[in-house]
């Protein structure tokens, strides 16, 4: 019986208040005169600019006092986006999955954007998830060495991405400039392709604030960005089948559908003195399948070739990806789920599965 793998300690998202500037905390006239020269940073700069879209910035910038050079633009999500549950959930379960595949390098991620920009971190992931050596050095301290360094990794990143059709919504200046949307964007990607164990929230999208330096001044603009959209979307699935009509335009007619699976399902668990009620938990640990596939077959499927009483996530996708191995070998195709979608209670990916049953052995006995 293989074992879970290690999973890594959750990172603390405790954060750094940003210090005040003196003169910010004397405020007053004296804060006002000063207004400009103490406006030296991007961050501060957008929360000004963002007060009046599509118009010059309230605070009159000197050129020499900003980071960014004239007609140059820079993007940031907007603070309000940024407390978004569905946003925080995203990148929780994008660091959470992280610091999972990295627990035996010891690396614990905490920031996202602070934690990746460099390709030290994206490296090692990489690696880990392709199973491949990346030709680049392993510590780099100056700003040429870490943008050669990113560059070498996301080059061997499109090459895996590309002949798939993924969108490459980012490039080395974005992740090294520490574009949080270009970052969110990389590892989307990256865990849909590598099918990665964890569920995504769908339909996750932010609002991203234009800022462009134009004679001296900011100028902002808001657009909209997409960082998740359906998983099944994600993965490149775009066919539809009967499943996606049915759930779409004919949910009347899914209660009969699950009675129909449901009766077919306890014909044969009832000889185990089994019966299944609601197809989407009961079917999430894999046990019912991995039963259901030896009855339907006529075998005795040995105890020690699954998890028995499942406690983890990890062993409930271990026993419904061997459920789905049974498949195979009965000559049923690979089913159009993945095993994380089924313990994850996707009842859409349930029903693909159990119907893939039906079809064959409706009339088994």
Do not use: C
Not at 196 to 203: F, G, K, Q, S, T
């Amino acid at each position: 019986m293989s074992s879970a793998p290690p999973r890594s300690p959750t990172p603390r998202a405790a954060r750094m208040k940003k210090d005040e500037s003196f003169l910010g905390k004397l405020g007053g006239t004296l804060a006002r005169k000063k207004r400009a020269r103490e406006v030296s940073d991007l961050q501060e700069e957008g929360r000004s600019a963002i007060n009046s879209p599509m118009s010059a910035a309230s605070v009159d910038v000197h050129p020499e006092d900003t980071q960014l050079e004239e007609n140059e633009e820079r993007t940031m999500i907007d603070p309000t986006s940024r407390e978004d549950p569905k946003f925080k959930e995203l990148v929780k379960v994008l660091l959470d999955w992280i610091n999972d595949v990295l627990v035996e390098e010891r690396i614990i991620v905490k920031q996202l954007e602070e934690d990746l920009y460099d390709g030290q971190v994206l490296q090692k992931l990489l690696e880990k998830l392709a199973d491949r050596k990346l030709d680049v050095a392993e510590v780099t301290q100056s700003e040429i060495g870490q943008r050669q360094k990113l560059q070498t990794v996301l080059e061997a990143v499109h090459d895996l991405l590309r002949p798939h059709g993924w969108a490459l919504r980012w490039n080395v200046d974005s992740i090294h400039g520490k574009n949080l949307v270009s970052i969110i964007h990389l590892l989307v990607s990256l865990a849909m392709h590598f099918q990665a164990p964890i569920r995504l929230p769908e339909h996750v999208s932010v609002q991203v604030v234009v800022v462009r330096k134009r004679e001296g001044l900011l100028h902002s603009s808001h657009v909209s960005e997409e960082l998740t959209t359906t998983t099944e979307m994600m993965m490149g699935r775009f066919e539809r089948d009967a499943f996606d009509t049915l759930f779409d335009h004919a949910p009347d007619k899914l209660t009969v559908v699950k009675k129909s699976l449901i009766t077919f399902v306890n014909k044969h668990l009832n000889k185990l003195n089994l019966e299944v009620t609601e197809l989407e938990s009961q079917f999430a640990d894999g046990v019912y399948l991995i039963l259901l596939m030896g009855l339907l077959e006529d075998y005795f499927v040995p105890l020690h070739n699954f998890y028995l009483t499942p406690e983890s996530f990890d062993q409930k996708v271990h026993n419904v990806a061997f459920a789905f191995e049974l498949m195979l070998d009965g000559g049923l195709k690979k089913p159009k789920a993945r095993p994380e979608d089924v313990v994850n209670l996707d009842l859409k990916s349930t029903l693909r599965v159990l119907y893939n049953l039906f079809t064959k052995y409706k009339n088994v006995e």
